[in-house]
């Protein structure tokens, strides 16, 4: 199984560029890294994917280096509306089925 | 539909009691996903449908736990002789196709009480 690790929490003033790094040291070759975003009571929301190096779209960026052992996540200039817990996600493939493992989310708290 | 649904959204039972846990996914999605998300932990991943094949079920925590899925429609989490380590809230999704490279859309959760 892919083994996945977070910072439990971290706080940012409005504005800030927040980066949440996961840890996944025991990436294979074809697993893929996802970022989800999750608010109380509510099921989680995709915000990006990637394989390597940088992909962004137009509310994060995801940074993964060569050896694709840790991704990190960046939100450029956040808001009070970006406190939410984040996960990252690695998604593999085997013997015709998936193994989807989930870190244990970082809650991210943006201060006014 | 517009989006992932589950039923009911709060199920409070008794130790010992049989639950069944509803999930209808996005029209048209092939894969299903169910999680099972423990309070204040992140997300355990349960079981996957391709159509209405479960290709592996070694994540449902015991053999008290079994799902089914209705063609590429409906999908029931079953949960049998609850105990209170059952507790949490169970979580579905649906992809297009199941690929590793799919967005994931996920419900509301259904929220499991054990007394």
């Known amino acids: 199984l892919a083994k996945t690790t977070q910072p439990i929490s971290m706080d940012s003033y409005e504005g800030q560029e927040v980066n949440i790094t996961c840890s996944h040291n025991?990436?294979?070759?074809?697993?893929?890294i996802t970022w989800y975003q999750q608010f109380p009571s509510q099921g989680p929301r995709f915000i990006i994917q990637g394989y390597k190096t940088k992909v962004t779209n137009e509310v994060a960026s995801l940074f993964i280096p060569a050896d694709r052992k840790s991704s990190t996540l960046s939100l450029p200039r956040v808001s009070l509306s970006d406190t939410a817990v984040y996960y990252c996600l690695v998604a593999r493939s085997g013997a015709g089925s998936y193994q989807l493992t989930f870190g244990k989310g970082t809650k991210l708290s943006v201060i006014p | 539909g517009a989006g992932v649904s589950q039923s009911p959204s709060n199920k409070v039972t008794e130790k010992g009691k049989d639950v069944e846990l509803r999930c209808d996914p996005i029209?048209?999605?092939?894969?299903l996903y169910w999680y099972r998300q423990r309070l204040g932990q992140g997300l355990e991943f349960l079981i996957y449908f391709q159509g209405n094949s479960a290709p592996d079920k070694s994540g449902l925590p015991s053999d008290r736990f079994s799902a089914e899925r209705t063609g590429e429609s409906v999908s029931t989490l079953t949960i049998q002789r609850t105990q209170q380590e059952d507790s949490a809230v169970y979580l579905c999704a649906s992809s297009f196709q199941g690929g590793l490279q799919e967005t994931q859309y996920f419900g509301p959760g259904t929220r499991l009480l054990v007394l």
């Open positions: 025991n990436i294979a070759t074809n697993d893929y």
């Open positions: 029209s048209g999605h092939t894969a």
